[in-house]
């Protein structure tokens, strides 16, 4: 009987790279009042969870689940001037933050 040779299977690569995270609107250094609304985009090649947190002055003030079906925040926020980041797990569990952005509530 002929010796059955099985192909070599590589370790598959393990994902370390954490999902890329963009504060759309608002702009840096951007003046604005009331509701504000926070758009971003992300992207993973190894897949987004779908959570998302936005955090003002470092501390998360608002998230959105994979059922939240969208990709924008509303915050409202006292007068001064604040820090907005964003942050999300890829499906490998990399956790990837936005570059702030600096806003002033008048």
Excluded at 35 to 48: I, P, R, S, T
Excluded at 68 to 80: D, E, K, L
């Amino acid at each position: 009987m002929p010796e059955i040779r099985y192909p070599e299977i590589a370790a598959s690569e393990v994902d370390t790279t954490p999902p890329q995270i963009v504060i759309t609107r608002p702009v840096e250094g951007s003046t604005v009042t009331g509701k504000v609304e926070v758009d971003f985009w992300a992207f993973d090649w190894g897949g987004l969870s779908g959570y998302y947190d936005l955090h003002v002055d470092g501390l998360i003030v608002a998230s959105l689940t994979p059922k939240s079906h969208r990709r924008y925040f509303q915050w409202t926020s006292h007068s001064g001037s604040h820090v907005l980041t964003i942050s999300s797990k890829d499906t490998s569990g990399n956790l990837g933050t936005s570059v702030g952005v600096n806003v002033t509530v008048a």
